[in-house]
């Protein structure tokens, strides 16, 4: 059974960093990508970031580049988000969420989502 | 940006109705769309992807259709479990989401 369990998030004042990890198991991690999605209180979805699944490749939303980075360690099965210079409006639940790559189209979906982990900035 | 417009926002119905939930891209993304349902405070859940194939475990009064710009996600007869919110997302280039339809009780 896929599971992915989140946690690092937490109240931090503005211009703050966060890191947050996502313990994943039940499927081989490092032959799939990895990414995060965050939801705002009362809003919708939006997708964060990705890594493949050997961490050589990353992609960021432009609304995180430059301040988030995503990393990976397959050896312990944990996927991070370091999060810095932390504004209001990156408060959300973000969520860890495993890629599902269609070897045919070359196209990426997610297919398996943890419970996610709440990010508050606040002063 | 390829954005995501989901209608309606949110909808009220009963247990044994049929309902449809549209999406509509902002340009066309094939057949590269996903379905989610999200219940408070949980994770979202794949339930359609490819527009139309229906992910494992997933019950079969849930189908999607469409192609290119307009898409479709349709539960046959709602159960009292399916009141939930629903998003559509593209991941044709990158990975977006419309804004979701909300699924409630009437």
């Known amino acids: 059974e896929v599971q992915l369990v989140e946690s690092g998030g937490g109240l931090v004042q503005p211009g703050g960093s966060l890191r947050l990890s996502c313990a994943a198991s039940?499927?081989?991690?490092?032959?799939?990508?990895m990414s995060w999605v965050r939801q705002a209180p009362g809003k919708g979805l939006e997708w964060v970031s990705i890594i493949s699944g050997s961490g050589g490749s990353t992609y960021y939303a432009d609304s995180v580049k430059g301040r988030f980075t995503i990393s990976r360690d397959n050896s312990k099965n944990t996927l991070y988000l370091q999060m810095n210079s932390l504004r209001a409006e990156d408060t959300a639940v973000y969520y860890c969420?495993?890629?599902?790559?269609?070897?045919?189209?070359?196209?990426?979906?997610?297919?398996?989502w943890g419970q996610g982990t709440l990010v508050t900035v606040s002063s | 940006a390829i954005r995501m417009t989901q209608s309606p926002s949110s909808l009220s119905a009963s247990t044994g109705d049929r309902v449809t939930i549209t999406c509509r891209a902002s340009q066309g993304i094939s057949s590269y769309l996903a379905w989610y349902q999200q219940k408070p405070g949980k994770a979202p859940k794949l339930l359609i992807y490819?527009?139309?194939t229906l992910q494992s475990g997933v019950p079969s009064r849930f189908s999607g259709s469409g192609s290119g710009t307009d898409f479709t996600l349709t539960i046959s007869c709602l159960q009292s479990e399916d009141f939930a919110t629903y998003y559509c997302?593209?991941?044709?280039?990158?990975?977006?989401f419309g804004q979701g339809t909300k699924v409630e009780i009437k």
């Open positions: 490819a527009a139309s």
């Open positions: 997302q593209q991941y044709y280039s990158w990975w977006t």
């Open positions: 039940g499927f081989t991690f490092g032959s799939y990508a």
């Open positions: 969420a495993k890629g599902r790559y269609d070897i045919l189209t070359g196209y990426t979906h997610f297919d398996y």
